[in-house]
């Protein structure tokens, strides 16, 4: 790393790092981080950021602060831009410096229910991980949990420390899966009011959705007070 290592350990706005939720995050996968290597910690809190929060494209964040790791830490279930931002966060409070990458990638097995809702196979800012260990940059994925790649034969996404973890580029039976047409390199802080515009425009059924979604939401928690 060159001299803006400090960043990629500095809290920032989305990349809320100092908060209580992703210290509280933190704690709850490395009770015993001081006993851990920088490689172990950064392994443990990969495999807890891809399998402890689903994977769930079909509710995309509609609105800035739903992108905030804080916030991210408490939800269940969340698509691969802010569990990257998630993970981001959770490294830097661990003392790895990381930052949130993008990509454009073809789904090539989107299921027919997602590719209906985007209209297109074509994912915009696919949300990675850039992280430094011993001086070393990976790139990891931590969105499709364990369980989801079981139930659709899609090979499990591993971090060993010692190589990349990026992406599904083929299934269990080798029929292509993912492929990286454009990558739009990684931020201290991803540019997420810019995210927005291009989601709002790429995918305007998706989003019409994701707003629908939390506003039955918000109305069956007011119905039943």
């Not at 809190?45 to 509609?62: E, H, K």
């Not at 927005?196 to 506003?215: A, E, G, M």
């Amino acid at each position: 790393m060159d001299s803006s290592a400090s960043a990629m350990l500095a809290p920032a706005r989305y990349v809320d790092s100092d908060s209580a939720e992703i210290r509280a995050f933190v704690a709850r996968y490395l009770p015993d981080a001081g006993s851990l290597s920088q490689t172990e910690r950064a392994i443990r809190l990969f495999d807890a950021v891809r399998d402890q929060v689903r994977y769930n494209p079909f509710n995309i964040g509609t609105t800035a602060d739903e992108y905030r790791a804080s916030y991210i830490a408490t939800q269940p279930s969340n698509y691969c831009v802010p569990k990257a931002i998630l993970l981001t966060a959770a490294l830097r409070a661990a003392g790895v410096p990381a930052a949130v990458g993008f990509a454009d990638v073809r789904n090539h097995l989107n299921s027919p229910k997602l590719a209906e809702l985007m209209e297109t196979d074509l994912f915009v800012y696919h949300g990675y991980v850039a992280l430094w260990l011993d001086g070393r940059q990976f790139k990891v994925t931590p969105a499709f949990n364990t369980e989801m790649c079981e139930r659709f034969g899609v090979k499990q996404l591993v971090f060993d420390g010692k190589s990349d973890a990026l992406f599904h580029e083929f299934d269990i039976n080798s029929q292509r899966h993912m492929e990286y047409v454009n990558d739009r390199g990684w931020f201290v802080d991803p540019p997420i009011e810019q995210l927005l515009r291009d989601f709002h425009s790429t995918y305007p059924k998706l989003w019409q959705s994701s707003i629908d979604q939390v506003q039955i939401r918000d109305a069956n928690f007011h119905g039943e007070r």
